[in-house]
């Protein structure tokens, strides 16, 4: 296409513009499978995020990023560069940032190294969340042996944007202006984009210098300059700069807007002396933004730009050649096709299904014991940290500023007001990687419906789903093939649920000597309110008030459950399909009883199974309850399929437990009719039992569930 | 009454402090760092947030800033100032305040909501208060961690300058101190942040007991 060999400069620029985590190569064919049409969906991919329309003329831009590579050697600056980079994608949309929230996982923290990298990216997400000015209000963290030493980060924001003040970043208008706003330019992060598309080695640690630094006191005054830009009118078009520089940003604003773009290179500004012209164009320095501006109002854009102390230079013009063109004093130093840079080759490749799968399957509850003591079971699951209290994380984050924020962290999706209005929204994000490691398709549906339950709980309307697939290397099948089952299974959750995938991103090649991660992708979900007053919250709220759990329980099983896990060591089985269909028909019928205003208390089962969940809405409410009796046998028989660990700590895809206040247990009978159901009874006390196992104190369960995860575990709790 | 808000390059509490202004129903003016203009307001809050990224020290930049030589001056004539948070920090620094804001007693920022004890009425920030009324308010802070010499800590307590009291000292704070006022009393700090609480929308109003009163004494 070019007809001659590329110089070095140009090499680079393929170099990172071709690589898996710019260049989508492996993933690009799968990705196709995913449903992206929707009644409120504005945009979809192909922007810096998705929009989808709230009502009242306002929208919702969001997407969710991994910044899982950086943050296995540098994690304090990877997690932290993970928030700003995602939020300067909102920002690029014209929206105001006003939600993040992550997801988490590393391995197990017996391991020292695993310690270090949970604290860090801890550390780093608050420490530029915080400064920021955006609240952190929600997301999950898990902890798994696969993740040991690549842990994944991933930061997911939300914007709020009137609907007639979308950008785009289209780059239009021969002649207009290229002009670079934030940050000085430096050697920090160059070839980002190439480490983070290989696999993780010892020599990983040698690229400590590929990880870029994050300014958050930078990024504020980026926000709050590019919102009064455009609300001034002064800007064209906007795109951030994020892996690959300015080389990606430049080529993909012109490649949409079928255009060209000459960089002037010696007019960037930078923070090092002597940099090469190859090393300006693909420096991942961070809080930079690139805007076209008509030259009539350059010179106001750049005196604001000065008033909110961020640099504002004009470092090139947008041409009718089509090529990013790269100019160094006068003389071009490079050119290459826009259009051929943004469109990175596609690898087709063979799905085959692994052998490890067959032998992972089996499982024989027979030679399961069950336990003997069903208290300290409980207390052992309370107490581990894939089932414990995220307080000690979530209190190291500012989840109020802005305020917004009307469900704060705890609750199964954060809810959000927006001011003035009546709306609201309310956010998730879910993984479920031990699932998807057991069953690909089924865990990536099951996924999807996870995301689905929880909105569900809080009482929003699910609209649409940004999610980051955290893979190992393509180029092994094992890891094709988990990729391409998890899309599958997620798109067919996302077709039944019509909640189509608007934004998102790939990070492949987890990978360390030690193996691949687990499959594990993960879902953004965001849902709507009209009237954001009427939420509910796990939460037992009233002594007295009638406590239902809402399913058939006939999926329950022990298959790739918490508790198999934590309790027997074990990760096997297969998990029950999730049913799709009645999954929806469930979690829309919680919805409209939340709606309606007849429930305000509501959780979804899930790891753990019910009876964790239960659990926690007690401890939530500091609210006791006693099954009545005769119950453990009934679960027993039904669920449990004969074993009462099963019954009650057996898990499938579906299931919520609900409260009311006794006088609205004939309306909530008949908003159950035609639903399988059991009331499991009455709020109240300070002690938690079922039947003859289980009897504990909400203080014994509470000390058990409120640990502090920074701190360093005892061996006997390391489990996972 | 209008009441201004301080804007520092990183301040990022400075909206929500502007939009509790409105919902306590005064006039709410916005007050940019670079312009040495009170614009006539009848009283100031700075705001919370990373004033200067709080680079060297929270407050340290902030408090060179071209407004707080006005506000300096508003101040010691016995105008109504409110510092929330970093706000509080930028005080100190400003010698406003006595004492100074420490890192947490954890080394961890944390946000929670904490139970405070109001120990005096005499200011413009708590006169619609009652002594000893205890409220719910969020705090959000790496630097709350209240320090002042044994000299100063006395006579604030002897003065009865300590304004709030942290029922569960969340910080480290020296005498469990979450908020204390100037000599003149005009001047207050305080660590928790009541324009989180200020509309019933988010679940408690709490912070506008805190933020009316500076009403209660223009006789509003």
Partial sequence: MMGRPPNYLELSLFSVMWSEHCGYKNSRPLLRRFPNEGARVMQGPGENAGVVEVGDGWALAFKMESHNHPSAVEPYEGAATGVGGIIRDILAMGARPVALLNSLRFGPLDEERNRYLFREVVRGIGGYGNAVGVPTVGGEVEFARSYSGNPLVNAMCVGLIRVEDLMSARATGDGNLVVLLGSKTGRDGIHGATFASDELTEESESKRSNVQVGDPFAEKMLIECCLKLLEKDLLGSLQDLGAAGITSSASEMAASGGVGIDIEVEKIPRRETGMEPWEVMISESQERMLAIVEPDRAEEALKLAERYGIGGTVVGRVAGHGDLRVRENGEVVGTVPADYLADAPVYEREVVRPSYLDEVVELDLETLPQPEDYNAVLLTLLAHPNLCSRRSIYTQYDHQVGTDTVVLPGADAAVMRIKGTQLGFAVTTDGRGRHCYLDPRGGGAATVAEAYRNLSCVGAEPVAVTDCLNFGSPEKPDGYYGLSECIEGMSEACEVFGTPVVSGNVSLYNETDRGAIYPTPTVGMVGVFEDVSRHATPAFKRAGDVVVVIGSGSGVSLAGSDYLEIIHGRVAGEPSAPDLAAGKKASDLVREMVQTGLVDTAHDISGGGEIVAVAEMALAGDLGIEYPEGELERMTEGQGHGRSDAALFGEQSGGFVVAVPEDRWDDLQDALSGFAYDRIGNTGGDRFKIGGLIDVSLNEMRAAYERNLSETPTVAEAGG | ?220
């Fill in chain 2, 1 to 220: 009454m209008r009441i201004g808000v301080t804007v520092f390059p990183g301040s990022n509490c400075d909206r929500d402090a502007l939009h509790a202004v409105e919902l306590m129903g005064a006039d709410a003016v916005e007050l940019w760092h670079g312009d040495a203009d009170l614009k006539d307001v009848d009283a100031v809050i700075v705001p919370g947030g990373f004033s200067y990224g709080d680079y060297l020290r929270p407050g340290a930049i902030a408090r060179f800033a071209e407004v707080m030589a006005p506000l300096e001056d508003f101040a010691r004539s016995g105008g109504p100032v409110l510092g929330v948070c970093n706000g509080f920090q930028v005080l100190t620094e400003a010698h406003l305040l006595p004492g100074a804001l420490l890192r947490n007693i954890s080394t961890k920022f944390i946000c929670d909501r904490v139970r405070v004890r109001v120990e005096s009425v005499e200011t413009p920030w708590t006169a619609g208060c009652e002594v000893g009324e205890e409220l719910t308010l969020p705090v959000a802070h790496n630097e709350g961690n209240y320090f002042a010499d044994a000299a100063t800590l006395a006579r604030l307590e002897d003065e009865e300058r300590v304004v709030l009291r942290y029922l569960e000292n969340p910080n480290g704070s020296a005498n469990d101190i979450a908020g204390v006022c100037s000599e003149g009393r005009n001047v207050v700090g305080i660590m928790p942040h009541p324009e989180r609480v200020s509309d019933p929308a988010l679940g408690s109003d709490a912070g506008l007991r805190i933020l009316r009163s500076v009403l209660v004494g223009a006789g509003v």
